[in-house]
């Protein structure tokens, strides 16, 4: 079945520093990738998502490429903020496949020092 | 657009009580979706409808977890005797079906979190 990984958290960072987010996905299909932010105390949301390959998705300053041949969809920020401290999560769903529940990585908690 | 909109937002209650927790989803959206969220086990997908039907409830953990959705616009997530280990947040999302570039995301709630004790 289909399946994201998610880098291991927290990741630590100090303000202003580069930021990347690994995530990997197995699919038997043609699946539209995602990432989600979730703040303390909130519900996720959409940050970004890419439904093709070779697409880059972008929000916020955080950009993301549909890589099809290395089976990634990695989380990148050139210079984190403290506001960006929160749980990101990767997920994929590939409905034309048949599979229209989305499949979410584990998350990863992002924490950013002043 | 309100956005999908649950109650309670917290909830406490003694073992062995009935917990409801409540959800309207977005207007148009013909997905629903209840998760549960834990430390231990993460985001955890208990069931899901389209059209108010549901569609797959192999998520739900025991017979105690009920879920109905009566009409486009509310959904309830229903848990009957209520355990310390169901202490959890509970959120809801919907969204609208489509497939490529129109694959809708989910659209989460706030959440409820509910503590059994």
């Known amino acids: 079945g289909d399946s994201v990984t998610q880098m291991e958290g927290p990741v630590t960072l100090s303000e202003e520093a580069f930021l990347t987010i690994n995530c990997t996905y197995t699919?038997?299909?043609?699946?539209?990738l995602f990432w989600y932010v979730q703040y303390p105390g909130e519900g996720l949301q959409l940050l970004l998502k890419a439904t093709k390959a070779d697409d880059k998705g972008s929000n916020k300053g955080f950009e993301a490429t549909y890589r099809k041949e290395t089976t990634s969809f990695h989380l990148e920020k050139g210079s984190v903020q403290v506001s960006d401290s929160a749980v990101y999560f990767c997920a994929l769903s590939d409905p034309a496949g048949g599979s229209y529940i989305p499949t979410f990585g584990r998350g990863t908690s992002l924490i950013v020092h002043p | 657009d309100a956005g999908v909109i649950q109650s309670p937002r917290h909830e406490v209650t003694e073992m062995g009580q009935e917990v409801t927790l409540r959800c309207k989803p977005i207007?148009?959206?013909?997905?629903l979706f209840w998760y549960r969220q834990t430390m231990m086990r993460g985001l955890e997908l208990l069931i899901y409808?389209?059209?108010?039907?549901?569609?797959?409830d192999s998520g739900m953990p025991e017979d105690r977890f009920s879920a109905k959705m009566p009409n486009a616009s509310f959904s309830t997530l229903k848990i009957q005797p209520s355990e310390p280990r169901d202490s959890a947040v509970y959120f809801c999302?919907?969204?609208?079906?489509?497939?490529?570039?129109?694959?809708?995301?989910?659209?989460f709630g706030n959440g409820t979190r509910l503590t059994v004790t």
């Open positions: 999302a919907s969204s609208l079906s489509g497939t490529g570039e129109f694959n809708s995301p989910l659209h």
């Open positions: 699919a038997t299909g043609y699946p539209s």
């Open positions: 207007s148009g959206h013909d997905y």
């Open positions: 409808f389209n059209n108010n039907v549901p569609i797959d």
